[in-house]
């Protein structure tokens, strides 16, 4: 085995799929990539890392929700695009193409283009490690798309991208909590 350098160690575990992640101000919505999402439990609880330095972060914390889109390998440089740019100078909808679709519980939009989408409400913010938790409100797929894979940022610029689903929840069965 060869050393790598601690402040490297972060790329060799990734926390989840890349996700888009909608707010809206009170007056215009906008959209930002996150490549740190994870799920908290068995229960419709997530939490993304962002801060100050991102334009969302205003709408995050007044207006306590979000939509949480999770876009598939096509949609990569639309990913990437999004993440490169500001939305308190650009409105990142218009500038990628992305179609809205109105939420039922926030005022943030679903994004018609991703795999899936979850509407949250935040109920806690953990300022010291810019983590925000957010509780889900509502669950939607788009059942019929093709396309499934999803992107995993490695955090230097790379990422991983999903491949062969194993089925192994028979053997699991016993393991997992009902309803699961």
Do not use: Y
Not at 129 to 145: K, N, Q
Request: contains cysteine; aromatic residues 6%; negative net charge.
């Amino acid at each position: 085995m060869q050393e790598l350098a601690l402040s490297r160690a972060f790329t060799l575990i990734e926390p989840g799929p890349v996700t888009l992640v909608t707010t809206h101000d009170g007056g215009k919505d906008n959209v930002m990539t996150i490549t740190w999402t994870m799920v908290m439990d068995f229960a419709p609880i997530f939490a993304i890392t962002t801060g100050p330095w991102n334009h969302s972060w205003a709408a995050l914390c007044d207006r306590r929700e979000c939509v949480i889109g999770i876009p598939t390998v096509d949609l990569i440089d639309t990913v990437v695009g999004i993440g490169t740019c500001s939305g308190a100078d650009t409105d990142k909808f218009a500038r990628f193409g992305l179609t809205r679709a109105k939420a039922r519980h926030v005022g943030a939009p679903l994004i018609r283009d991703c795999l899936a989408n979850i509407e949250c409400r935040v109920i806690d913010i953990v300022e010291r490690h810019s983590i925000v938790v957010l509780e889900g409100a509502a669950a939607w797929i788009d059942a019929a798309r093709e396309e499934r894979r999803t992107l995993h940022a490695v955090g230097d610029g790379t990422f991983v991208v999903d491949g062969d689903r194993l089925d192994r929840r028979e053997m699991m069965r016993s393991k997992l909590p009902d309803g699961v």
